[in-house]
């Protein structure tokens, strides 16, 4: 069909505001490099904006059947303020992420879950200001977490910062492919620094926690002729190529992929599973439908041009359907993008509102800017039935 004058403006806007909707969704098309670069002055490794490490294999730390509890120890600088970044997490496929170690904004939050087991529910503690001090100053922070028949508690720089006795991890958690810097499944960058990481199969005392913050800060290592050796233990110190050497047992490695990747990345996620209570789920749904109103809008005021109204209505928001369907399935092969099916509901109620827009608003806008008539068209009062 050969457009007419007044249909070529609106056909212009559809054509910018897809542009505009696509590369919002995509960009930037293309997986960008792994941004993981060694420290010139001091052992350790900065995480930029999308940034992943992971280890070469599983690692197995459940410890003996005599085994107490199971303790980590890491010493890192946090970069920025963040509602949520994982910095360290076990991972396998049938479990799915068992331990993780996120920083909430200047708290730390452990979360674990174990999938398939008999009790699969997710628990999660939360420790306020530990990472406040490391922020503001801009200097490194000491963290051990450590769990067992008392319960959990934190250390920072060797003192007790938080007590969770009802909360113990279980020793299953600490178990598969150790990531560090990012989440396995979905994108959760973490920006900042890792100088050092020990696993422990045993349940630190606060004697040991002091003990260990005094030599990570002194030699750049814990205290190995103390109590308990690690069962893994990373210090840094190569300074170059992409591989971290476990200095306490050969063939647990950990390994600096070229180009950034989301280990076993989740392909459309069910929106079952993405529903949450959390603000930025809600803040992320809000934004979805937002960025499809004018997606509703400009195509509505061209299908209504050419089609009966109702199905010009059905037309709009099936093409926002199939606009967002095509955006969540390139997701699926950027790194640093979720895809879920969420969005495919939230962008296509924006586009519904959209019409509405065009169909409610657009006439009482009309009135008293008459230009916008010559730009669209046809108003949608005189649109053909």
């Not at 199905?311 to 993008?337: D, H, K, N, W, Y």
Request: with cysteine.
């Amino acid at each position: 069909m050969t457009y007419s004058k007044p249909h070529r403006l609106p056909a212009a806007a559809c054509f910018a505001v897809l542009c505009i909707t696509l590369s919002l969704g995509l960009w930037p098309f293309h997986t960008p490099r792994n941004q993981v670069t060694w420290l010139a002055k001091s052992n350790g490794i900065e995480f930029g904006r999308y940034g992943t490490v992971w280890s070469m294999g599983p690692l197995n730390l459940s410890g003996s059947a005599e085994s107490t509890g199971h303790s980590i120890e890491i010493r890192m600088r946090p970069a920025r303020w963040s509602t949520s970044a994982t910095f360290l997490s076990f991972y396998t496929p049938d479990q799915g992420i068992s331990l993780a170690l996120s920083q909430s904004l200047t708290g730390l939050q452990l979360d674990e879950n174990l999938r398939g087991t008999i009790d699969a529910a997710k628990e999660h503690t939360t420790v306020e200001e530990v990472f406040g001090q490391a922020l503001r100053r801009k200097k490194p922070v000491f963290v051990t977490v450590t769990s067992g028949s008392s319960g959990t508690t934190v250390y920072v720089d060797g003192a007790v910062a938080g007590r969770a006795p009802g909360f113990r991890i279980p020793a299953a958690s600490f178990t598969g492919q150790l990531v560090l810097g990012d989440a396995p499944r979905q994108p959760n960058s973490f920006s900042g620094e890792i100088r050092g990481l020990a696993l422990y199969d045993v349940e630190l005392s606060a004697v040991q926690a002091a003990r260990d913050f005094e030599t990570w800060t002194r030699k750049g290592r814990p205290d190995l002729e103390g109590e308990s050796r690690p069962a893994a233990l990373y210090l840094f110190e190569e300074r170059s190529g992409d591989r971290i050497h476990n200095k306490e047992s050969p063939g647990m490695d950990l390994h600096i992929p070229q180009e950034y990747a989301v280990l076993d990345k989740i392909a459309l996620e069910p929106f079952w599973e993405e529903f949450n209570f959390t603000r930025s789920y809600w803040s992320s749904a809000g934004k979805n439908i937002i960025g499809f109103v004018p997606f509703g809008f400009v195509f509505y005021a061209l299908t209504c041009q050419l089609l009966p109204r109702r199905r010009a209505v059905t037309i709009t928001v099936f093409l926002g359907t199939l606009v967002s369907l095509t955006i969540e399935v390139g997701q699926i092969f950027l790194p640093m993008r979720d895809s879920g099916t969420t969005d495919l509901f939230t962008n296509t109620f924006g586009t519904y509102l959209g019409v509405l827009c065009f169909r409610h608003l657009y006439p009482l806008a009309e009135r008293r800017l008459p230009w916008l008539g010559r730009f669209f068209g046809t108003a949608p009062s005189k649109a053909a039935e």
